[in-house]
Nanobody, 114 residues
Framework: QVRLVESGGGLVQVGGSLRLSCAASGNISSIEYMGWYRQTPGKKRAFLARISSGGRALHDASVKGRFAISRDNTQNTVYLQMNNLRPEDTAVYYC????????WGQGTQVTVSS
């Protein structure tokens, strides 16, 4: 299994930026790709972006141009740079690792205030 620990969430004003981090440990070699999702109360977890072990990135159209996923293989860490944040970006953000298994972090709260 893979353990994921997210960090970097918090309170930010409209138009601001945050960078989320997701540190992976455990069976790293089993990971094919990692991704970021977010969830608000009463709604399903929504895909934002993913990045393969080789570094190929895919972003959902809803955040393309504002959010960017990247990874540092030396640190086993995946990042989500979020720019020009909007109130509707307020959510709990989750990191997931996918391969032999599906593992999730505990989530980090992002609140965008107007």
């Amino acid at each position: 299994q893979v353990r994921l620990v997210e960090s970097g969430g918090g309170l930010v004003q409209v138009g601001g930026s945050l960078r989320l981090s997701c540190a992976a440990s455990g069976n790293i070699s089993s990971i094919e790709y990692m991704g970021w999702y977010r969830q608000t109360p009463g709604k399903k977890r929504a895909f934002l972006a993913r990045i393969s072990s080789g570094g190929r990135a895919l972003h959902d159209a809803s955040v393309k141009g504002r959010f960017a996923i990247s990874r540092d293989n030396t640190q086993n860490t995946v990042y989500l740079q979020m720019n020009n944040l909007r109130p509707e970006d307020t959510a709990v953000y989750y990191c997931g690792a996918f391969g032999l298994h599906e593992d999730w972090g505990q989530g980090t709260q992002v609140t965008v205030s107007s």
